[in-house]
């Protein structure tokens, strides 16, 4: 999977790091970017050699700086509503993706940065971290989804004043907002990040899948019918080798030897 232009992705221990790489850019967005994050994401998905994803970004100035504003300038307003619809698609498989995906946010994360990382399930920041949604200093809103996961994951106020003043915000203030989850030294992101992804992997994978689908699809739900997935879901569990090792490990006092399956 070498074969991207912007984009490095590489196999270790089953965790599949995604960098996006346009250093000199910052890691902008640009189209042929999304379409090569749009070709691996759905490899990725396939993918019994990935269980855990982490997305960062090249350098160590930049996780991605937003799209890209020198492609996106003399858009048609038709060709930006193309483009926004195209990359709202390609985050949404990255959310929809079954594998958890944490984003380790090594730098800026501004507009369509900041949007990528929320379309992750864990965001990890280095302390030089900076999330910002300027779209409004471009004259713009945001495009891929801010809008939308901005509220719901640190409420509306809170989500209004950053979209309508544009500003930058440090690691801390996004840890006290609730839009990233820990806030690590810069030069440890990367090892927390697969720490992270490795504990996950021991426990059942098919359980941590299903918990992810049960609050993504739950949370488009209302509360009763979320119930009900769930229920569904917890009685799956019970069709797999991995709840009968998981409850069988636990009465035998031993580790769990998880299958997947
Ligand atoms: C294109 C970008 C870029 C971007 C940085 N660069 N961000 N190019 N699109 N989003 C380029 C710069 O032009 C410059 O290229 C090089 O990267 C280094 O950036 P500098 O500005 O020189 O670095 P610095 O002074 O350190 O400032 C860093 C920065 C600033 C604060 C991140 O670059 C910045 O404000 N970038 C734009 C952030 C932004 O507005 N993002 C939202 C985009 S809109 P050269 O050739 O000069 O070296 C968006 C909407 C999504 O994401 C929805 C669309 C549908």
Known sequence: MSQYNNLVFEKNDCIGVLTINRPKVLNALNRETMTELKDLVEKIAFDKDVAVVVITGSGDKSFVAGADISEMRN????DAREWGKFSQAVFNSIENLP??????V????????CELAMSCDIRLA?????????????????GFAGTQRLPRLIG????????????????????RLGLVNRVVPADQLVTVAMEMAKKIMSRGPVAVQLCKAAVNEGLDMDFESGQAYEAEVFGLC????DQKE????FVEKRKAQFLGK
């Open 246 to 249: 998981g409850m069988t490990a």
């Open 156 to 175: 509306k106020g809170r989500a209004k004043e950053l979209l309508f003043t544009g500003d930058q915000i440090g690691a801390e203030e996004a840890y």
């Open 99 to 104: 594998q958890p995906v944490i984003a380790a």
């Open 75 to 78: 858009m048609s307003a038709l």
């Open 106 to 113: 090594n730098g800026y994360a501004l507009g369509g940065g």
């Open 126 to 142: 280095s302390e030089k971290a900076k999330f910002g949604q300027p779209e409004v200093l471009l004259g713009v809103v945001p």
């Open 238 to 241: 019970f069709a797999t080798a």
